[in-house]
């Protein structure tokens, strides 16, 4: 298999569910965990999700409580979308960030909106990089580099949305949208 066949073939394997693919019935924390380790969110095996790692979610007000010891679809859907951004972002940033990004959204409609944005961005990075007559050594240090740039720049503008004066919805913990914490 070519390099390009296997950078399509990554593409394919880093795709997740739309919403609707998440269970839509409460599962308790192993069943969590072994749901969200069918998804890759990297080629490492290290960055496997832990129950422990759900608990500092919870602290952190970045996921909601659980009801019971039970956990609902939409904190399988803040689970993948925290699961990819923690690839990048501090926890404190991934909070901040999806709690502005949430704001006026249902769950559905700001998974879905995330979801588009993954697959739309890992189609336009796979078409540049297959497109280029760079060595596969300029390719990698190109996209690091962009990586970096963006990672700063998304920094940058976490920074500026957290020091709004008005950012009362920042010191909210996250919940389902009310249309959705009917259980």
Avoid: W
Avoid at 11 to 31: A, H, R, T, V
Avoid at 51 to 70: C, E, F, Q, T
Avoid at 107 to 113: A, M, P
């Amino acid at each position: 298999m070519d390099n390009v066949e296997k950078l399509r073939e990554l593409s394919e394997q880093l795709k997740f569910p739309d919403y609707n693919g998440f269970p839509d019935i409460e599962l308790y924390m192993d069943q969590v965990l072994d749901f969200l380790s069918r998804s890759r969110t990297s080629l490492r095996d290290d960055d496997r999700l832990s129950s422990a790692m759900v608990n500092n979610y919870i602290k952190a007000d970045i996921l909601p409580r659980a009801r019971g010891k039970k956990y609902s679809r939409e904190h399988l859907v803040y689970l993948a979308v925290i699961l990819r951004l923690k690839q990048v972002l501090s926890v404190k940033d991934t909070g901040a960030l999806i709690k502005a990004d949430k704001q006026d959204k249902s769950d559905e409609e700001f998974y879905e909106r995330f979801r588009n944005m993954v697959e739309a961005s890992a189609k336009d990075i796979s078409e540049k990089a297959l497109s280029s007559d760079d060595s596969l050594p300029e390719v990698a240090m190109r996209l690091a580099v962009e990586s970096y740039l963006c990672k700063i720049t998304c920094e940058y503008l976490i920074d500026i949305i957290t020091d709004i004066d008005d950012d009362d919805f920042l010191k909210k913990p996250i919940k389902p949208s009310s249309s959705e914490n009917k259980h």
